[in-house]
């Protein structure tokens, strides 16, 4: 479902590589025959000629960890590698993860392919059937704001109210 929400808001957005794929991206070369493989799946053909280069990130950086840019002709494609810490999205780690630091054991990794050209409108998929009713998450925030506003006006009325009936009691 994550990915559908890509596909339907991000016009960059092309398609999601398994963290498998982490191992198999080198620094710089030609294009490794799995990726190849896994962008003409996706109906993305790459020429033969096609390079892979890994980009120099800053060590501060948190996300993404790791950017990958492939040239292909006139298009540039964007790989951007995720890790989501799996306490995050609540999952717990294999127990051998707290003695080594294994990524595939502490995080979830993902590897985002980006285009440099964008999609048109018309080419971009239907959000998910269950944002049909996303939009009435704003009518629940205004009845909660609604409802403090009269809680407040009642709170007002209530401390009016006393304050007259303790003036009225001290002036006798």
Do not use: C
């Not at 070369?29 to 000629?49: N, T």
């Not at 051998?96 to 990524?103: G, N």
């Amino acid at each position: 479902m994550r990915h559908e929400w890509r596909t339907s808001t991000d016009p960059n957005y092309r398609f999601t590589l398994t963290s498998d794929f982490l191992d198999k991206l080198p620094d710089e070369g030609p294009v490794p025959g799995d990726v190849r493989s896994a962008f003409e799946r996706r109906g993305i053909s790459l020429p033969q000629d096609a390079r892979i280069q890994k980009e120099p990130t800053e060590i501060w950086v948190q996300d993404p960890e790791g950017v990958w840019k492939i040239t292909a002709g006139e298009r540039t494609y964007t790989i951007e590698e995720s890790r989501i810490d799996l306490h995050k999205i609540g999952r717990e780690p294999e127990p051998a993860a707290a003695e080594e630091d294994s990524v595939e054991k502490r995080y979830f990794v993902e590897l985002l392919v980006l285009s440099d050209k964008a999609r048109a409108q018309s080419e971009m998929a239907k959000l998910p059937d269950v944002y049909n009713k996303a939009h009435y998450l704003w009518l629940a925030f205004a009845g909660v704001g609604i409802l403090a506003f009269l809680a407040l006006l009642l709170f007002k009325l209530v401390t009016e109210s006393i304050d007259r009936k303790s003036a009225i009691q001290n002036s006798t």
